[in-house]
């Protein structure tokens, strides 16, 4: 009765005994907030290498290094969920094509590759450089950084540049594939109406780019700000329009979604009302669609549809940002943790609050968001993100 006790505090109407208990918490709510991350870092980047979004160049190594610093920590949510985390590598050994959740691991492992590839390409002429200015264990580790070799003639460089060209535009289709499929996945559970609706894999994907470049821009700007750097606005006001753009799509999906349903009005509408207007009333009416949709949108608007100052831009651009992560994780409890508090009795529901520190609890939530920014500042030590700290005088990825 005690874990009972921990993961649900009350019940409304009738539940059955083996629904107060909230199996995917917030470690399976932390799993899909990170991939979004990712993949919506991976599409920031591509908007430069594949579309060549000029403005977006003093972003474009950032976002790789950025998606690969979450896509190291993506998996720790649902290790640490599980009870014998060393069996996940079972999926490798023993591989099913049948398996949905062993699919994750393929189109993981997959992505992950494409991903150190294109950031080897990328900066290989800049571990060349470094590698000269280098002795002892970094000399070595440039060294394997640069694939082994030298070649830093126009031609290598060309080829190089072909290269991460190819392996940006096949990322970019791997990288909504790994976070559509999260989606995937709730919308395949057709026992649970909440989660059964075709549209739950679009509705990840547009959140994961809505995140992907939201983060983007607040890390950017708290470095710059620490650095003691001048922000790059027109980046900035680049990214804001995309934000703005992906972010209509999103909440429109969002809405879509809830508004089938209702529409529809099935025997299982009756539930989702009550869950709607009841244990999700706050975090989701309130928080989710008020606070940081509603506003977030009339802020992107008037960024969008009117020439702000630089000063203005400085300000509102990581608060709307900020604001809109928090939307994101919002949608990620709601889903996650909102369609396990109805009952299948249909005729109850149970109320979740997390615990500090339990094995999935609030702490170790913390812990497993601040690990990917630990390892981006030491990834910063052999990657230099900024053009103005490459001792190779030019971009060698510009087109």
């Given at each position: 009765m005690r874990g009972l006790a921990e993961t649900a505090t009350a019940a409304a109407g009738y539940a059955f005994p083996n629904d107060l208990h909230i199996h995917w918490s917030l470690m399976i709510v932390l799993y899909p907030y990170i991939t979004g991350i990712v993949a919506g870092a991976f599409i920031v980047s591509s908007l430069y290498h594949v579309f060549k979004i000029k403005s977006l160049e003093p972003i474009a190594r950032f976002s790789l290094v950025f998606a690969f610093a979450f896509l190291a920590c993506a998996t720790l949510p649902l290790l640490n969920h599980l009870g014998h985390p060393e069996r996940a590598f079972n999926m490798m050994v023993t591989p099913s094509s049948t398996s949905a959740m062993a699919g994750f691991g393929f189109i993981y492992s997959a992505y992950a590759i494409v991903l150190i590839l294109e950031i080897l390409f990328i900066y290989r002429p800049t571990m060349v450089a470094l590698k000269d200015m280098s002795t002892g264990f970094m000399q070595k580790l440039y060294?394997?950084?640069?694939?082994?070799?030298?070649?830093?003639?126009?031609?290598?460089?060309?080829?190089?540049?072909?290269?991460?060209?190819?392996?940006?535009?096949?990322?970019?289709?791997?990288?909504?594939?790994?976070?559509?499929?999260?989606?995937?996945?709730?919308?395949?559970?057709?026992?649970?109406?909440?989660?059964?609706?075709?549209?739950?894999?679009?509705?990840?994907?547009?959140?994961a780019c809505v995140s992907g470049i939201a983060g983007i821009i607040v890390t950017y700007m708290i470095i710059m700000k620490v650095k003691g750097r001048e922000v790059d606005l027109e980046c900035i006001r680049t990214c804001i329009q995309y934000l703005w753009g992906f972010f209509i799509l999103d909440f429109v999906f969002e809405m879509l979604e809830l508004f089938s349903h209702a529409y529809m009005a099935t025997h299982h509408w009756e539930t989702l009302h009550e869950l709607y207007w009841g244990p999700l009333y706050v975090s989701f009416w309130i928080l989710q669609v008020l606070v940081f949709s509603v506003i977030p949108f009339l802020i992107l608007?008037?960024?969008?549809?009117?020439?702000?100052?630089?000063?203005?831009?400085?300000?509102?651009?990581?608060?709307?940002?900020?604001?809109?992560?928090?939307?994101?994780?919002?949608?990620?409890?709601?889903?996650?943790?909102?369609?396990?508090?109805?009952?299948?009795?249909?005729?109850?529901?149970?109320?979740?609050?997390?615990?500090?520190?339990?094995?999935?609890?609030?702490?170790?939530?913390l812990l497993i968001m601040v690990l990917p920014l630990v390892i981006l500042y030491v990834l910063s030590k052999i990657f230099p993100f900024w053009l103005e700290d490459d001792p190779v005088a030019s971009e060698p990825t510009a087109g």
């Open positions: 060294n394997v950084l640069a694939i082994g070799s030298d070649n830093v003639s126009p031609e290598s460089l060309a080829l190089d540049h072909k290269i991460i060209s190819f392996l940006a535009g096949i990322g970019i289709p791997m990288a909504c594939i790994l976070h559509g499929y999260v989606g995937f996945i709730f919308g395949g559970v057709k026992a649970n109406p909440l989660w059964a609706t075709p549209l739950m894999p679009v509705i990840f994907l547009l959140s608007t008037w960024m969008n549809l009117f020439r702000l100052g630089d000063t203005l831009v400085r300000i509102f651009a990581p608060l709307v940002s900020l604001m809109i992560l928090f939307q994101v994780l919002l949608m990620r409890w709601n889903v996650v943790i909102g369609g396990q508090l109805m009952s299948k009795s249909e005729r109850g529901s149970v109320y979740f609050h997390p615990e500090w520190l339990e094995k999935e609890g609030i702490l170790p939530a």
